[in-house]
Nanobody
Framework: QVQLVESGGGSVQAGGSLRLSCAAS????????LGWFRQAPGKARELVAY???????NYAGSLKGRFAISTDSAKNNLYLQMDSLQPEDTAIYYC???????????????????WGQGTQVTVSS
């Protein structure tokens, strides 16, 4: 059984940084996606970034350069380094994992089978 547990959320002022972690257990898929999504109040869940097969990264266009996704070699932990945070980054951030799928499907949250409980990130101006 796959379990994902996020940690590292919190409150920061604009311009600050946070690092989110996601501990994955029971996850053994190949040709798969590990991703971060976020959902702000009243808005749809949106992609932040994903890693495919442990090495190919992709980011939501507006976040590239400020956010960095990484994983350890065993894919047991997923990380999201967030720098230069802005109030519009305020949201609940979710870690997610897919089964074996093609890379092009990683951008869509509906293609992920496993989700963490979410961690709140609040950025004040």
């Amino acid at each position: 059984q796959v379990q994902l547990v996020e940690s590292g959320g919190g409150s920061v002022q604009a311009g600050g940084s946070l690092r989110l972690s996601c501990a994955a257990s029971g996850y053994t898929y190949h040709d798969s996606c590990l991703g971060w999504f976020r959902q702000a109040p009243g808005k749809a869940r949106e992609l932040v970034a994903y890693i495919y097969n442990g090495d190919r990264r992709n980011y939501a266009g507006s976040l590239k350069g400020r956010f960095a996704i990484s994983t350890d070699s065993a894919k047991n932990n997923l990380y999201l380094q967030m720098d230069s945070l802005q109030p519009e980054d305020t949201a609940i951030y979710y870690c997610a994992a897919s089964g074996s799928i093609a890379m092009w499907r990683c951008a869509l949250h509906v293609n992920y089978n496993y989700w963490g409980q979410g961690t709140q990130v609040t950025v004040s101006s």
